[in-house]
Structures are given as C-alpha cells and as structure tokens.
C-alpha cells in the first residue's frame, strides 16, 4: 500500500505533495495542545498498523487503520496520518521520501472517508457504522492507490490486480475496525468516539 | 483533558498485538548465484520481475521470479539489481553488499516511545512555557 521512490514521475509525486500538504495544513488548523495526546495514540496505532499483513496472490498486503483514525479524530486524521507515513518511512523504510506526498494522499483520503462514512451511517448503530466507514476508507485508499498506478502508465492490469488483491483486506479491515470501536464502547470508552465529532 | 488516558491505551494496545507481523516491503537477498525477492513480512515475491544492471546502468539480464522468489542471475557484469512487482513493490540491491538492519520490535517500540512522548510531552512544555511567560509578565 505503500509507493517506493523511483515507480512514479516527478511532476506525480510532486503534485501529490503538494496536495498533501495542503490537507494536512487544513487538518492541523486551530490544533490545540490538548489534542496532541488523543493525535499521538492514534498515530502510534496507525505506525504499527501496517504490521498486520496477509500473503496473498504472490504479493502482500496489509491493514492501515486509517478508517479507524478518521472515526477517532475527524479531520485530524489526515494530520496524523502524514506524521505515521513518515514514521514508517524513517523506521521501516516503508514507501519513500519522495512519493511520501503521495502515500500519504492516499491514505489520508482513506482516513477523512471513513470520517465522513462514520458521521453519514452513524444510525445504523455502533456495530454497523464503524464497519462501513472501515470498508469505506479502505475502498478510497485502494481506489487512490490503483489511480496513482493508472497516472504513473502502469498497465489497466495491475490497477486492476491491486484492487482484486486487496479486496478481502477491505472486507477485513471494515470488520477489525467494527471490533475496535465495539470494543471501545463495551470498554464504556465511548467519549474517545464522541470526542470527535466536533473536529 | 476530556478524554480519559487509560481508554486512550486500548488503541495502541490492540494495535500493539500485531508486533509478531513485520513491515510490508520488497527487499532483494542474495543467494550465491540467486537473487531472491521477498517482502519484509517473510512472503516470497513470486510474481516479481528481476532488471541487472552494469556500472554504466545499462540493462544486461533480466528474468521473473520462480515460485521462491527467486532468479539466476547469468551475467557477472552485472552490479546492481533492480525488481518490481508491478503492483507498487520495488526493491534495489548492489551486488555483493550486505545490509544490517536493527530488529523491527526494536524500531517499532522506539517510533511509538516518540510519537507517545511528543504527544504527552508537547503540552506539558507548552504549558510550563505559557506559566512562565505568564509569571513573567506579573513579576
């Protein structure tokens, strides 16, 4: 799910860091001190969470969490996200410095998706909510990441492999996020969720 | 702070069980003769396809993996290889040298040490800076 340097263009990867720190300006406006612990924890989750991976097809794929940081913190999460990317980046050497830009473009799409999908299916309850805005942030940054392919004149296949390949990941990713949030509620740590609606 | 800190913990906690899986990444290991392609989580690259390059970066072998990952390399002028498996993976390895890399648990405790103590501690400085100013302007 990650990009390494040298697969796509300059102008791409330029043009993705661009809009990339567009977004994560507007997510880190009005930042107050007493969101930095909220911020961090969820960047921390979001760091390690690449860790889940599954082999599959001859690649390997992985869960991101980024629905998980869009139901947590909003706006936010793209902010948080560009900082995890380039922490996988320093710690992993996950994806690169160059297309960091563009790797965190699509995940923080991902991320202010399943924001948007939590708050729009908030009335099918905390069980079937938190499940579709997993699913849904994991259909957007597939779909970024198969679109980024596409611009970079990679065949319509491999797009298309990608988006196949990571299919049971998405079904997977909205049910382990389903849990969490499951699991943060019967842990009666619901203000975690609530906290941001107002961001 | 609104939001309780032990709540805050199951995050990181739940995530933290996932420690044993490793970083998703293409990396190339050399095998006497083979080059082998494998992604950081321990999963052989077998649909990766493998470019050798000589010092004047000029294309002198090139092949796809085997169900292993791995391909025989035929060209001894060759110095650096270059795979990609054509859904977003790639990797580049220079002929003869050997990469030692600090364990993953290692790097991820540390990057999650840094994360945490920028978030808890920023505010705590922060507000010992905004006290100060503050007992500054009364003094």
């Known amino acids: ?199 | 702070m609104p939001v309780k800190i032990g709540s805050l913990c199951v995050i990181v906690l739940l995530s933290l069980v996932s420690l044993p899986g490793q970083a998703h990444r293409m990396l190339l290991q050399q095998e006497g003769e083979k080059i082998c392609a494998v992604y950081d989580d321990g999963t052989t690259a077998s649909l990766a396809r493998l470019y050798a390059y000589n010092a004047s970066d000029v294309l002198v072998d090139q092949g796809f993996s085997d169900e292993a990952g791995c391909w025989v390399l035929s060209d001894d002028a060759a110095v650096y290889v270059v795979a990609t498996d054509g859904l977003g993976h790639r990797a580049v390895l220079e002929l003869g040298t050997e990469t030692g890399e600090i364990n993953r648990w290692v790097r991820s405790v540390v990057g999650v040490f840094v994360l945490l103590g920028l978030g808890f501690g920023l505010p705590r400085v922060l507000s010992r800076r905004s006290r100060l100013s503050a007992g500054g302007k009364d003094g």
């Open chain 1, 1 to 199: 799910m990650h990009l390494p340097d040298g697969l796509v263009s300059a102008p791409l990867a330029g043009a993705g860091l661009t809009v990339s720190a567009i977004l994560t300006v507007w997510a880190a406006r009005s930042l107050r001190a007493d969101e930095l612990p909220r911020l961090s924890m969820v960047t921390s989750a979001l760091f390690v969470g690449s860790l889940f991976h599954i082999p599959l097809m001859g690649t390997s794929v992985h869960f991101t969490l980024v629905g998980l940081a869009g139901i947590l913190l909003g706006r936010r999460s793209f902010l948080s996200v560009a900082v995890a990317v380039l922490f996988q980046f320093v710690f992993f050497r996950h994806g690169g410095l160059a297309v960091w830009g563009l790797n965190t473009l699509h995940m923080g799409l991902g991320a202010l998706a399943g924001a948007y999908a939590f708050a729009r299916f908030r009335g099918l309850g905390l069980r079937w909510a938190p499940f579709a805005a997993g699913w849904v942030s994991a259909v957007v940054k597939v779909g970024a990441f198969s679109g980024t392919l596409l611009l970079a004149d990679f065949p319509a296949a491999a797009a298309a492999t990608v988006l196949v390949a990571h299919g049971p990941v998405i079904a997977l990713e909205g049910l382990l996020i389903g849990l969490v949030v499951s699991g943060l509620q019967r842990a009666k740590a619901g203000d975690i969720i609530d906290a941001s609606k107002n961001r």
